[in-house]
Each structure stands twice: as structure tokens, then as C-alpha cells.
């Protein structure tokens, strides 16, 4: 058996489902990250496998032990909030201690665990800061080293870094990644951002109105999307109806072909491409972005708007609305999805 196994969960708030008949499994030492939009079940399914929400129906097995009706203080299960949720009379040695205080350690054994897992979090010297000393990285810090002190048998993360700004963000999942691999923790991490959970992650759970829609690998889940909305919802994937497929490509099929913003090309003049390139078709710009080393352009192609994704090599690639080019598509990279 899997180090976690999770079969058919249920869980309802009044006569609203929020998740039925939830299955799957991880591995001891995975980095699973639940990702979905606001509202699909992701934080209340983190929140049933740590015993905070009592589950309707199913089983939740860690490591071949039923702890599906167990309470939270026996799962041994360590959890982060987004707001930190840090005693604010406590100091940040206290504050890690406190729950190896509940437990009846001894003060010495206590205390170097406590310096340990401050450094481990990189804190030395904030050990008699309160938390309105510090700031909002530094706090989620101490809240991660507080559950890690406990030595859980799986660490869950409800959107930490969801308040934090985008510098300390990025820091911060690198060095909650790396402190995952050191402990070789099983780890399930809630986000809504694609970005984090694909830099995070060795298996992704993407999410919708309560259903696992697609699970697998970040690469798998962004280039080869099952649906119309994995396809929406990673890469701003450009979605192409059947007729227009046949047309444009010859590909037959039922719904309708997706096909990411990077693999549409501008046609360079006196450059060769090869059999995997599409003819080219004849576009407009209706508008571009720039978001650093990439522009996004939203073209037509007719009635068909597609967004086009370029690397910013110069000024040059500015191209204004109104522009007229040729867009050529990678034809290895158009997959057929259902609705």
C-alpha cells in the first residue's frame, strides 16, 4: 500500500457537497500540491486528512494505519496556516516549543530541538522576537518550524505564501522545497497559483468543483491537458474548435484542439522551418503585454483570437495593434481535448 491512501472521501457542509467519492494515493517523500481555482474542495480535503473537518464518508490510511476517524492530536500530522496562527504573548523559541511543551519533553531535550529547527529555518538570533517583531516570511517560518519540530508523518500547507509579496514568496517555497527534500517529508501543499505548484511539485492534484480533474507530473498536466478547463486553467492555452482544426491543420476530431501560447511562431523572414510547422496564416495584432522576458499578444486570425507568446529580445518585438504578420503553429504540440 501507498504511504497515503485516500478512498472515496465525502464531504458535504448542510445539503451542499463539497467533494464525493475523492481517490488517490502518494508515495512517502512526495511533494503533492492540490491546485484549483477558489471554492473547488482543495482546503477542505487538506483540512479532512488533518482531522479539522470530520469527513462524511471514505478512509484516510497513513502508512497502512485507518486514522479516518482518529482525532487531529493523534494523526501526527503537522499543519501551516496562511495567517500564521502564532501565540502573540510567546517568543519565536516559544512559539516552536510550544506544542514539545504539551507533550512533556524535557526542557534540555526540548530546547535543542527548538535550535535546530530554527536554524533549520534560518531564524538564529530572532529567538526572543515576539511576532510583531518580525515579518510575514519570518512569521511563516516560524509557523513551519513549529510544525516541523513535532517530526509529523506528513506536513500539510494551507496557502502559506498566499499573503506574502512576490519577492519573500519565491524565497520562501524554495526554502520550504528544500527543507522537504533534506526531511524527506510527505508533504500536501494547497495553492491556487499555477506558478508555485509547478516549481514545487513532483505530482500535481488539479482540482474542480470538488473533483481530482487530472493528476500527474507539472510537465504532464501543462503540455498535455484532458480537458477543456486543465486547458484554461495552465498556460492560457489557446483553444480551437473542430471545424476550424480541420481547416487550418486537417486534424479530425469530436471537440476541440489546444494549443499553448509558446508554441505559436511569428514567421521570420529568410528563417527555415521544419515538417512539424504549420503553413503560415495571415494575422493581426489586436494588442500586446509585457511581462518581462515574454510578450503576450493577443492576434486574429479572422474571428479567431488566439494569444501568442514571445521571448523579449529586443524593443523591436513590440509590435503595435494593427500590426499584420504570419503565425505558423507547432503541430506536434496541438492536443485534441474534451469538453
Given at each position: 500500500m501507498s504511504y497515503v491512501h485516500v478512498n472515496q472521501l465525502t464531504k458535504a457542509f448542510g445539503e451542499q457537497t463539497v467533494f464525493a467519492d475523492i481517490h488517490f494515493t502518494i508515495e512517502k517523500g512526495e511533494f503533492i500540491t492540490l491546485l484549483g481555482p477558489s471554492g473547488c474542495g482543495k482546503s477542505t480535503l487538506l483540512r479532512s486528512i488533518a482531522g479539522l473537518d470530520q469527513i462524511d464518508g471514505g478512509e484516510i490510511w497513513v502508512n497502512g494505519n485507518d486514522i479516518s476517524r482518529e482525532v487531529p492530536q493523534k494523526r501526527e500530522i503537522g499543519m501551516v496556516f496562511q495567517s500564521y496562527a502564532l501565540f502573540p504573548n510567546m517568543t519565536v523559541a516559544d512559539n516552536i516549543g510550544f506544542g514539545l511543551k504539551m507533550k512533556g519533553m524535557d526542557k534540555q531535550t526540548a530546547r535543542k530541538e527548538i535550535q535546530r529547527f530554527i536554524k533549520l529555518v534560518e531564524l538564529e538570533g530572532k529567538e526572543r522576537h515576539y511576532p510583531h517583531e518580525l515579518s510575514g516570511g519570518q512569521c511563516q517560518r516560524v509557523a513551519l518550524a513549529r510544525a516541523l519540530v513535532m517530526r509529523p508523518r506528513i506536513l500539510l500547507l494551507d496557502e502559506p505564501l498566499s499573503a506574502l509579496d512576490a519577492k519573500i514568496r519565491k524565497n520562501l517555497r524554495q526554502q520550504i522545497r528544500d527543507i522537504q527534500k533534506e526531511l524527506g517529508l510527505t508533504t500536501i501543499f494547497v495553492t491556487h497559483d499555477?506558478?508555485?505548484?509547478?516549481?514545487?511539485?513532483?505530482?500535481?492534484?488539479?482540482?474542480?468543483?470538488?473533483?481530482?480533474?487530472?493528476?500527474?507530473?507539472?510537465?504532464?498536466?501543462?503540455?498535455?491537458?484532458?480537458?477543456?478547463?486543465?486547458?484554461?486553467?495552465?498556460?492560457h492555452y489557446n483553444l480551437i474548435d473542430a471545424p476550424t482544426a480541420k481547416d487550418w491543420f486537417g486534424i479530425d476530431c469530436s471537440g476541440q484542439v489546444a494549443i499553448r501560447p509558446e508554441s505559436i511562431y511569428v514567421r521570420e523572414t529568410g528563417r527555415q522551418y521544419g515538417a512539424h510547422i504549420s503553413a503560415p496564416k495571415a494575422a493581426t495584432v489586436i494588442s500586446h503585454q509585457l511581462l518581462g522576458n515574454v510578450i503576450r499578444y493577443t492576434t486574429a486570425i479572422g474571428s479567431q483570437h488566439l494569444t501568442v507568446d514571445l521571448l523579449n529580445r529586443s524593443s523591436e518585438r513590440l509590435l503595435p495593434a494593427g500590426h499584420q504578420l504570419e503565425l505558423l503553429f507547432n503541430l506536434n504540440e496541438i492536443q485534441p481535448v474534451r469538453n
Open positions: 499555477q506558478e508555485e505548484a509547478m516549481q514545487l511539485s513532483d505530482r500535481i492534484f488539479l482540482m474542480n468543483q470538488g473533483e481530482i480533474v487530472q493528476q500527474g507530473s507539472p510537465e504532464s498536466i501543462y503540455t498535455q491537458p484532458v480537458n477543456t478547463f486543465v486547458a484554461g486553467f495552465m498556460g
